[in-house]
């Protein structure tokens, strides 16, 4: 009797520890985190969180010479506001849909984010949202593997 209690009090452990650790949640980077990895990656950023505080804390948009993808990190003072900029950019991404016959759509919420990707013929979007975070880039259809591989390496 108490040996099948305690292999049941083991089975609920067990799946509290599953649950946890698949809750989806993503660690929130700064300002300097998203710089200076871009930095490494040959990008040239331009830093307008001055000119963007009194809704944000970073605003950094970073671009490369050579492929032209682009990224946007903003660091928002408010969830809500990272919220609208996340929502407003994900009826942009339709619109932009609405203009390819050859489109690729996903879209995905887990946890403490949630992210668009849109692919057409020719490029590659997508808008994360991480708690009060944005990140959103834009890239040649040729590039999305490197894109993406920047995108983990930040954790998002």
Do not use: P
């Amino acid at each position: 009797m108490q040996k099948k209690f305690l292999l049941t009090l083991m089975g609920f452990f067990i799946i509290s520890i599953i649950l946890v650790g698949c809750s989806g949640g993503k660690k929130v980077i700064s300002g300097e985190d998203f710089s200076k990895a871009l930095e490494e990656q040959g990008y040239t950023l331009n830093d307008e969180s001055e000119d963007n505080k009194k809704l944000t804390t970073s605003y950094i948009n970073a671009s490369h010479a050579d492929t032209g993808n682009t990224f946007l990190f903003i660091d928002f003072i408010k969830e809500a506001e990272a919220a609208n900029f996340f929502e407003t950019t994900h009826q942009n991404l339709h619109g932009i849909e609405g203009n390819y016959q050859h489109t690729d759509n996903v879209e995905k919420s887990s946890g403490n984010f949630q992210y668009q990707e849109l692919t057409t013929e020719d490029n590659f979007y997508r808008i994360i949202k991480v708690k009060d975070t944005i990140l959103y880039l834009e890239a040649t259809i040729f590039q999305k593997d490197e894109v993406l591989d920047i995108v983990n390496k930040l954790g998002y």
